[in-house]
């Protein structure tokens, strides 16, 4: 799979953060006894060597500080790349972790929630037979109304969706043509079985952030995957079921 390196265990993020954690704590210990040495020689020594002395301590001490700040930064990016990694590696373990269909798309719902920040969106499935596909999952109101997605089944009409329906490209909105914000491909291989329409994200997430595209590219490939074998397992234990029924009428069962 492409995104494999990303969604090792996050052991390696939290590996790099405890790192950056010494790394600022040595830089920290630097910028103190600094400070002691500018005091030191701002109270011990006189003239012009004290005048040139001093200034060289606040030099360094100021490139001790600016390095502090970046080893911060860096800090702060890599427990955000470790969460991110972690909230990659739960969404892909929880996506596989059953072979019901509902469970797998009730954890779809979870991850759109939870991890995306969606309020509104919409879970469209394509029907095994004929056109269109099933609105399996519905969460929220449409603003507006629902429009597009009244009844039991979406048969076209949102220009953005309609596209990623065709061609399976992850699109983002809104747009001039769709007010959804994004038209998640649901796809295996070359196959593409649905899509997840975010209408609308909740108050404290007004936009999508770029790390959001990682669990976007994650639901496209794996939601459909888990979406595809569960719906595969389903129906082989549902023929099951009627083959051992047939053959217990048959004994007379």
């Given at each position: 799979?492409?995104n494999k390196?990303?969604?090792e265990s996050p052991?390696v993020?939290?590996?790099?953060?405890?790192?950056?954690?010494?790394?600022?704590e040595?830089?920290?210990?630097?910028?103190r006894?600094v400070?002691?040495?500018?005091?030191g020689?701002?109270?011990g020594?006189?003239g012009?060597?004290s005048?040139?002395r001093?200034?060289?301590?606040?030099?360094r001490?100021?490139t001790?500080e600016?390095?502090?700040?970046?080893l911060?930064?860096?800090l702060?990016?890599s427990?955000?790349?470790?969460g991110?990694l972690?909230n990659?590696?739960v969404?892909?373990?929880q996506l596989?972790a059953?072979?019901?269909p509902?469970e797998?798309?009730?954890?779809i719902?979870?991850?759109?929630?939870?991890l995306?920040?969606?309020?509104?969106?919409?879970l469209l499935?394509?029907r095994?037979e004929g056109?269109?596909?099933e609105?399996?999952l519905i969460e929220g109101m449409y603003?507006?109304g629902?429009?597009?997605?009244?009844?039991?089944?979406?048969?076209?009409g949102d220009?953005m969706?309609?596209?990623t329906?065709?061609?399976g490209?992850?699109?983002?909105g809104?747009?001039?043509?769709s007010q959804?914000?994004?038209?998640?491909p649901l796809?295996v291989q070359?196959?593409?079985?649905?899509?997840l329409v975010?209408?609308?994200?909740?108050?404290h997430k007004p936009?999508l952030?770029?790390?959001?595209?990682?669990?976007?590219?994650l639901l496209?490939?794996?939601a459909?995957?888990a979406?595809?074998?569960a719906?595969l397992?389903?129906?082989k234990?549902?023929?099951?079921?009627t083959?051992?029924?047939?053959?217990k009428l048959a004994?007379?069962?």
């Amino acid at each position: 799979m492409a995104n494999k390196s990303r969604l090792e265990s996050p052991a390696v993020g939290l590996d790099l953060v405890a790192e950056l954690r010494s790394t600022l704590e040595r830089a920290g210990e630097l910028i103190r006894v600094v400070e002691s040495n500018l005091k030191g020689a701002s109270e011990g020594i006189e003239g012009a060597s004290s005048s040139e002395r001093v200034a060289e301590l606040e030099r360094r001490l100021a490139t001790a500080e600016s390095d502090v700040k970046e080893l911060a930064s860096r800090l702060v990016d890599s427990e955000h790349q470790g969460g991110r990694l972690m909230n990659l590696y739960v969404a892909t373990y929880q996506l596989h972790a059953t072979l019901d269909p509902p469970e797998v798309q009730a954890t779809i719902a979870e991850i759109a929630i939870n991890l995306l920040g969606a309020e509104q969106f919409v879970l469209l499935l394509r029907r095994d037979e004929g056109d269109g596909c099933e609105i399996a999952l519905i969460e929220g109101m449409y603003e507006g109304g629902r429009t597009f997605y009244d009844g039991e089944d979406y048969t076209g009409g949102d220009p953005m969706v309609d596209a990623t329906l065709k061609d399976g490209v992850l699109r983002l909105g809104p747009t001039a043509e769709s007010q959804a914000l994004a038209a998640v491909p649901l796809r295996v291989q070359h196959e593409i079985v649905g899509a997840l329409v975010l209408l609308k994200l909740l108050d404290h997430k007004p936009i999508l952030r770029a790390e959001d595209r990682d669990l976007l590219d994650l639901l496209s490939a794996h939601a459909a995957s888990a979406l595809f074998a569960a719906r595969l397992f389903a129906t082989k234990d549902r023929k099951l079921r009627t083959l051992e029924s047939l053959v217990k009428l048959a004994r007379g069962e």
